[in-house]
């Protein structure tokens, strides 16, 4: 099976790192672009057509629910990564109302890991069918 191709959108630099490393670590994920914003990623997204997009939720400009909102047709699976993610919390049953196909709290990249990438594959696979996907870290 060929790996998932990710792309991240995160407003901090450190953030996109930390999710960078995860991602290109992984043997079933391949990281393929990553941007500050949502308006910087748009163009990068239609070339390197990845399965899935990680969303943070808060950002300038254009945040993660307007995205969902605007593209919920017509996208690769989206897992938010933010911090106001924990399971059940309203952040996380609002992104997923938008269209979101998963959501992982910010907070546990590092220890949980091997959890978000399982997460990634998940939603991306998933995605097809139209399931959201409620992994909990």
Known sequence: ???????????????RHILCRVIERSF???LVGSASS?????????VTLPDV??????????????YLDE???????????????????????????HGADACFDKGRIVS??????????VAARSHVDRVPVRLRA
């Open 71 to 97: 593209t919920r047709e017509r996208r690769p699976a989206i897992v938010v990564v933010s911090a106001a993610t924990q399971t059940g919390s309203p952040e996380t049953l609002r992104a997923l109302a």
């Open 38 to 46: 949502v308006e910087s990623a748009r163009g990068q997204i239609a």
């Open 112 to 121: 949980h890991a091997g959890l978000f990438i399982r997460t990634l594959a």
């Open 1 to 15: 099976m060929s790996p998932v191709r990710v792309f991240v959108i995160d407003d901090s630099s450190v953030v």
């Open 53 to 66: 997009i990680t969303l943070d939720l808060v950002m300038p400009g254009c945040d993660g629910l307007g």
């Open 28 to 30: 079933s994920c391949t």
